[in-house]
């Protein structure tokens, strides 16, 4: 079984910047597709960002050219950096990685963007 951990979440400004991390239990090396998807009480998880194991790279239309999805298989962590943030960002994000046909998740960590 594989454990995934979200951190960097938090309060920020709009406008501001936070960088989120997934660190997982094991070598993600072998991982298929990893992403991000958020999530507002009453309303469906959305993608936020997706990135494939052969490189190729979705986002949200929300986010484009404010987010930038990433991963550093020597770290065993993918990650989130969130620029010009804006209230309507507001919300759980999950990380999920694919492992050996299993979709995995992470338990959400919560960024508030208000002034």
């Known amino acids: 079984q594989v454990q995934l951990v979200e951190s960097g979440g938090g309060l920020v400004q709009p406008g501001g910047s936070l960088r989120l991390s997934c660190a997982a239990s094991?070598?993600?090396?072998?991982?298929?597709?990893m992403g991000w998807y958020r999530q507002v009480p009453g309303n469906e998880r959305d993608l936020v960002a997706q990135?494939?194991?052969?490189?190729?790279?979705t986002y949200g239309d929300s986010v484009k050219g404010r987010f930038t999805i990433s991963r550093d298989n020597t770290q065993n962590t993918m990650y989130l950096q969130m620029n010009r943030l804006k209230p309507e960002d507001t919300a759980v994000y999950y990380c999920?990685?694919?492992?050996?046909?299993?979709?995995?998740w992470g338990q959400g960590t919560q960024v508030t963007v208000s002034s």
């Open positions: 999920y990685g694919n492992f050996l046909g299993t979709h995995n």
């Open positions: 094991r070598s993600i090396v072998n991982f298929g597709a």
């Open positions: 990135l494939t194991s052969d490189g190729r790279i």
